[in-house]
């Protein structure tokens, strides 16, 4: 089998987010075995059936054809309010439609939360499993992934510098590898 491709969903639109700092580690940490890449969604227009009649926005048609050429999807997101932010709700609203065209089905899928706090986005963790289940993606359950205080595991230029973090990671991604290769057909 080659590399898998991977997409990366950024649910922080901040710039120098520490959720976009995570994904970028990520990407460097995941090969040779995983080929990541970030597909931004922070210039999705909010989902509404009504722009699908006729010509659909243009950064939705570039959203839907990226994903749809790709074998995996991780999430990386921060949590707002307890769940997940509407960036991330909107991009799988967005590849769920047209009805019958969803980019989403099959795909296997696993979730990084971050956090400056304690509980490391237990909740955008667990209610963005939520939709992943209606969308047939199936999603890595173990090892979980709930970064806390995020900020201790990053130097001032946003580098991953924690060497237990960086393991953890790590064993992650070649977890996440094995989880992509089992879902493959016989």
Do not use: C
């Not at 979730?111 to 986005?121: D, K, Y």
């Amino acid at each position: 089998m080659s590399t898998p491709e991977v997409a990366v969903l950024v649910g922080s639109l901040r710039q120098g987010s520490f959720t976009r700092a995570v994904a970028q580690a990520l990407i460097g940490l995941a090969a040779p075995r995983l080929h990541l890449r970030i597909v931004e969604i922070g210039d999705l227009p909010l989902y509404n059936p009504d722009l699908d009649e006729g010509t659909p926005p243009a950064a939705w048609t570039r959203f839907r054809g990226e994903m749809a050429g790709v074998d995996a999807v991780l999430f990386a997101t921060p949590e707002y309010n307890r769940s997940m932010p509407a960036a991330v709700k909107n991009a799988l609203d967005v590849g769920s439609r047209p009805y019958g065209h969803s980019v989403w089905a099959k795909k296997p899928a696993a979730i990084v939360s971050v956090s400056p706090g304690l509980l490391g986005g237990f909740g955008a963790n667990h209610h963005l499993r939520q939709p992943l289940v209606f969308l047939d993606m199936p999603v890595l359950q173990q090892p979980e992934v709930y970064l806390s205080k995020v900020q201790e595991s990053l130097n001032e230029a946003g580098e991953l510098s924690n060497e237990r973090t960086r393991q953890f990671l790590a064993d992650f991604l070649a977890r996440f590898a094995d989880w992509i290769a089992q879902q493959q057909p016989a």
